[in-house]
């Protein structure tokens, strides 16, 4: 398929290299334009705009935040000037996708799908992709989500509800660290040491990745280098609260994990991993 | 060995139902005695009191709270009378356990030993144990361990360090739960229903029992009969909460949890499943 | 002086009429024209646009929301166009107050004045209004903050501290209506009615209008017709969060009241007073 | 009248000396003797033991916890065996007030009658009487209150009334200092120092003692020496919680403020004043 590809950041270049190792003919743009680069010497075509890369079947969309994405939409030669299919893979809020599915009216269409995974996964071609939107635009996409993911969950035909269930899981994975700190600070206080308490809960009900992974973190304190910083990931507990004043749900337990990433970022600094929610818990609890 | 057994609950009988087929010399003890019936029909001797049933290697314990233990232990014909091995499995206070291996002074020693596992898995000896206690006391129970359980975890020489262990993974199990109803809910008034969330929560970083177990049971909304009714999971509660007030931590989702049971029974019933936290969270975004 | 005023609902109305019979040169103006007419009637002159009210001395700005008076200010025709010295009474964010600041490079200058006060004090002139800005300018502005209000706080030079200070009351009065609401179902539910518990707070520590304005209307159960509605209530309150995450403060009673409020108007209707935060604690402890 | 008065506390002196100024003929009994002294000098007769206290028309009992009034009343020649009214002064459980209440079946009749003020007020003769009990019981002690207080509340003739009222007013104290503190933070990172936003709410509708008192302190840091040390304050935190457990109530802003104090126990230590939830939260937002 001819695929353009707007966001090439370290998890969008990982993905725009699988979509052209698969065989696809792909046109990429990125703000600064440097980081396309290497794709455009692995055979990508330079885009000269957004407009430029949807001038084919898909375009994707990798960004930052709801400003990048609307600028590469809504801006000067931005996306909805092509006639492209737009996938759009960012974390954004609710709200833009609501609003971006009302204005991409013409014969390209819109689909939400963002996906789950660190750079590693997405290099590795094994993210998990979450899709909504109309059935045929999901399903012509599917070539190209298997290019990047391993699996595909398809959600529903309202494009939103795939920001909905990434948002979701992003709460539940800082929930889950959330508790498992408190849990270890409790337990270590008491005197039992952290790791031993992980090894007794991933080897019983907690044998999952988001455990395995979260727990090796705050069992070792490996908060530096960030592998996904604390403001961003209080920016994605924004979008959920957004959702929740929108759909009038009270989280509580978000309520805490966003208290504690603001008391992370404030006492730690604004380049410490979101999993320094635990160092907060530690330090309320007089442990350094 | 020659084992006595106290407290013949659904949980009780089943454990002490897997130390007779392992063919250990049993004695059973149960406050009503009809309970016991069963068990000495199989083969076990009935036991006069809590001190005759400890009148051997091990004695265990199995019984539904503090007071309950307290009576067992230091009551009349209690057993600290006798010399066996105490091994406790009953969720305990860590108060509590610290005062039972204090007064277990005499040759017997005392070991605590919690179990993680609903009455099916103790039925089928699939139960996790986890222990603590001086080394050879701990030693030598592994055979009963592993005639009742799957797996053993030791966590230390000091008895209590179990109990906190355990009430720490029956935290960990509610905050799980908590946080996939405010997802879920938020998700649901957003338009994705509860299995499609769930789906994509197990099939990616959340492929865990706890999360599939219990997010059947939200999915469905199967809170009766309850599994573990919601007075007994805020008991349980209530004694994490007098460990972190003991150890001066503070443990926000663990307070949420706290008020939502308080919640989910005041407008439930006494009756009602512990996971109806889930129940708590909706009907404060203004669903039944 | 030569006072033009831009927002006439019901506060803003009653500010006005207060300036004119203080004797103020007036010109008003009203996205609704027909909300200007009772003030014309009594003498003001109908201004045709934000920028005419704003060709005098100072300009007097009282509007719903952060994008009513980005209407005002921004907009076609609008106030930054005058010479005027800009007095915003409105309740918005820090973040517009710091732009407004920054924008109003003219000779006009901006003073941020936001009031406490209910309607029945704004017509009666007996507001609190909270000023900051550079001296001369609020210095300037004296007699009319006198027409309107019965004290004036001055908390600093930098114009977008009073908004925090405004943001920060709003806040405090509804910790203070959440505590008592807490409370009064405790001590209800324990057999002590409300008014009994009302009276002795009121009459030992507690004898401040808040706690007397606020207990009476959760004694009597007096949500309906809204003296300030939920939904605006929620506003203000995610106003305060926002300034919360800017600040990187951990703020956990905003929480709490932000996720009842939210629970309010899910459980209740848009309608509803902002006080039915106890509400949601009540019908969280099981009663109606 | 003949009044006993076990408890001779900074408190307890101080209430007992204004009852002896009021021409009460008055026996005394402390565990440690030594504090009686005073009393004796000024006229007192020292009581053996709490039933001798307790042989008159009055016993008053003002201790520091459940365990010490369970002592004087429970105990070996405790207040059950003297024939005299017995008026609890002491903030304890709920649950014991009821158990006292069932349990004093004699003719003397029992009264709760906690009181609000700090020891300068007792002093005074000052502190605010919340009384419970039959009428006529508490009739026969207005004398009584008035020589010790400024106004007597009468909050039902269930004696467990008056402890729920002081808890609730004890939760109270904490709600606003945990409120302003939350808003002092808030203001002073973004540039308003807390004297300030102090004077403009306790100039507007936040003019009580509460504020007034704490605010100062807040303002001052002033924590150390403790007026009431946070151990205390998180015993009858404690205490409001397992009334909310019992009546099965959710009190998510009670869950915050033990959740600070545990935090500014663990940090300052134990010593430090109950108000320092205000430091919890200030090193929450990264202050010191």
């Known amino acids: 398929m001819k695929v353009g590809f707007v ?13 052209l190792k698969a065989g696809h003919e792909l046109a990429v743009w990125n703000r600064t334009p440097g980081k396309a680069d290497a794709l455009v010497d692995a055979g990508a075509r330079r885009a000269i705009c957004p407009a430029d890369a949807a001038d084919g079947d898909v375009i994707m969309t990798m960004l930052a935040d709801d400003a990048a994405v609307e600028a590469a939409v809504y801006g000067q030669d931005g996306i909805l000037g092509g006639p492209a299919l737009h996938v759009s893979h960012s974390t954004i809020s609710v709200a833009l996708a609501d609003r971006l599915a009302a ?9 939400s799908a963002p996906v789950f995974g660190r750079p590693v996964a997405a290099e590795a071609g094994k993210l998990f992709v979450v899709a909504a939107g ?20 398809r959600v529903g035909t309202t494009p939103s509800a795939a920001n909905l269930v990434k948002l979701s899981g992003n709460f539940m994975i800082m929930s889950a660290v959330e508790a498992m700190a408190e849990a270890m600070t409790l337990a270590e206080k008491g005197g039992v040491d952290r790791a031993t ?12 990745p988001v455990y395995q992974t979260y727990g090796d973190i705050l069992v070792e304190d490996r908060f530096r280098p960030a592998g996904f910083a604390a403001p961003l990931g209080l920016k994605d ?7 929740a004043t929108a759909s009038r749900v009270a989280m509580p337990v978000l309520g805490v994990i966003r208290d504690h990433l603001r008391a992370a970022i404030a006492q730690e600094g604004e380049d410490i991993d979101w999993a320094s929610v635990a160092m907060a818990v530690r330090r309320a609890a007089g442990m350094s």
């Open 103 to 111: 204005d991409h009216t013409g014969e390209g269409g819109f689909v």
């Open 237 to 243: 507990m924004n979008l959920v609260d957004a959702a």
């Open 197 to 208: 308490l992980l090894e007794v809960l991933t080897g019983t009900l907690f044998g999952a």
């Open 134 to 153: 109309a059935a045929e635009h999901v399903d012509s996409c599917e070539p190209l989500f298997m290019a990047i993911g391993q699996r595909v969950f």
């Open 7 to 19: 966001g090439l950041g370290r998890m969008g270049s990982a993905m725009a290299t699988n979509l």
